[in-house]
């Protein structure tokens, strides 16, 4: 049986909850996977982290007000909790052969998207920005790497977020087109692949898209209840 072995909030509203237990170290994750865990109710959050050698995952979830099931799970989780996980699920997963990586996101899809950034290594060229609402919520990237930049929407929603496409807009890539993973809400998510394929010229089949949340559909996608 898996348990919680640490919970701790690596930004204002990011908590991290690590599991262990030995089923955990047969586990087969690509970067930027999703487990899907009974909170009682089936629910899927990003995996920050796999160990196999220290059987344990660790999950980053972004706790928001809507107050669904998994979301209170996660803010009453307690250290020695049991937990129900199923076998890990991607919806994307890296390109290597990729002459540069493009990660764009809000905060529920920077989880998994650094995951894959980190997995890449130092050398692999990469671009991206990630949007929150403050500096506050903005998920601290592996250590090692420069962080890529974020932009924050304060008050303005984050559904169809014109702040994120805005900041896509405006950066700076290299002409020819490598791949993009783009994780978040729903229709953000439509409309930066809409900029990327249209004004920008990038292959639709190179724009990989991961809708985490949708507004008043709970349960729906990978990150958000």
Same mark, same amino acid.
């Given at each position: ?6 919970? *701790? ?8 909850? @690590? ?10 994750c690509r970067p930027g996977a999703h487990l899907v865990v009974q909170v009682p109710q089936r ?12 059987? *344990? ?11 669904? /099931?998994? $979301? ?26 990729? *002459? ?30 990630? @949007?929150?609402t403050d500096a506050a919520n903005e998920v601290p990237d592996f250590g090692a790497f420069t /962080? ?37 809400? *729903?229709?953000? $998510? ?36």
């Amino acid at each position: 049986m898996t348990r919680v072995r640490a919970v *701790s909030d690596v930004a204002a509203h990011i908590r991290q909850i @690590e599991l262990i237990g030995p089923e955990l170290r047969r586990l087969r994750c690509r970067p930027g996977a999703h487990l899907v865990v009974q909170v009682p109710q089936r629910r899927v959050y990003s995996l920050w982290r796999h160990d196999p050698g220290a059987a *344990s995952v660790t999950l980053r979830i972004a706790l928001h007000d809507a107050g669904g /099931p998994g $979301c209170t799970w996660a803010r009453e989780v307690a250290v020695g909790d049991r937990v129900t996980v199923e076998p890990p699920r991607s919806k994307i997963t890296l390109d290597e052969t990729a *002459s540069h990586h493009l990660f764009i996101g809000d905060e529920t899809g920077a989880v998994p998207l650094l995951a894959m950034r980190a997995a890449l290594g130092h050398e692999a060229p990469t671009y991206g920005v990630f @949007e929150t609402t403050d500096a506050a919520n903005e998920v601290p990237d592996f250590g090692a790497f420069t /962080p890529l930049p974020w932009v924050h929407r304060g008050g303005a929603s984050a559904v169809a977020s014109r702040v994120l496409l805005r900041a896509v807009q405006e950066l700076t890539l290299p002409a020819r087109p490598g791949v993009a993973y783009v994780a978040g809400e *729903s229709d953000t $998510c439509r409309l930066v692949q809409r900029h990327l394929v249209e004004q920008r010229g990038w292959p639709r089949r190179a724009v990989l898209l991961q809708p985490q949340w949708a507004a008043g559909r709970p349960g729906f996608g990978a990150g958000r209840d």
